[in-house]
């Protein structure tokens, strides 16, 4: 299994501790793969910003087919959903 070193919730600090904590706010718990993109805390928020703006945000597609073609996409790609 790989090995992806990063920043545990105690010790984020700055962006980090901010993405964390809108995280919580969002699912009551930091999602892994917020935590395997906490060494580059901008990047991380940008991802975020953009996962939010494609998804969250009302555009040409329902949530649902939203959500169904990010599930397409992850069975495609072998990846748990």
């Known amino acids: ?27 009551d718990r930091v999602a892994n793969i917020i935590r395997l993109m906490s060494l580059d805390a901008e990047s991380l928020e940008g991802s975020i910003q953009f996962y939010v703006k494609l998804m ?12 169904l073609l990010a599930t397409v996409v992850s069975c495609a790609n072998d990846c748990y959903y």
Not at 1 to 19: C, F, H, K, P
Not at 61 to 67: F, P, T
């Open 56 to 67: 969250k945000k009302p555009n040409a597609l329902s949530s649902a087919r939203k959500e």
């Open 1 to 27: 299994m790989a090995y992806i070193r990063q920043i545990a919730e105690e010790n984020a600090t700055g962006v980090l501790s901010q993405v964390y904590d809108a995280a919580r706010g969002r699912a």
